[in-house]
């Protein structure tokens, strides 16, 4: 990826092209997943301090392919989206699983028009909020 997007994340490609397929998302638009060792990288942090913002909820990971892995569009200018940690703890209180999170987080939702992540990332975070409070 060499557009404008790679300014904020780097590209680092998918190691498993059915990964898009749960999201219901063609593999070629879908999202670039980063397994633990990219995001060391991406993010400058340790391995343990990684998994910690994992367990935090600053970052969302789901197993795939055997391995942890977290969608570049949570990072932003090297770090996990800070609006992502909040909407987290929302659907983790609604009962949403890990993996119900990731895949509405990716999906498009009707209410938002977009995928939520996407809404996060434009500075929608209140709206976001709402319609996953709304879910339970």
Do not use: N
């Not at 790679?6 to 593999?27: E, K």
């Amino acid at each position: 990826m060499t557009d404008s997007s790679s300014a904020q994340t780097p590209a680092v490609p998918s190691t498993d092209a059915s990964i898009d397929t749960t999201t219901g998302v063609a593999a070629e638009s879908g999202p670039v997943w980063l397994a633990i060792p990219d995001l060391v990288e991406t993010l400058g942090l340790s391995q343990s301090r990684v998994r910690q913002l994992i367990d935090d909820k600053h970052l969302l990971a789901v197993r795939r392919d055997g391995k942890l892995r977290v969608p570049s569009s949570f990072i932003r200018d090297g770090s996990p989206v800070s609006e992502l940690r909040g909407t987290l703890i929302v659907l983790s209180d609604d009962g949403f699983t890990d993996e119900q999170a990731m895949e509405w987080l990716l999906e498009v939702d009707d209410s938002l028009g977009v995928p939520p992540i996407d809404a996060l990332l434009a500075g929608r975070k209140a709206e976001v909020r709402r319609v996953a409070q709304a879910l339970a």
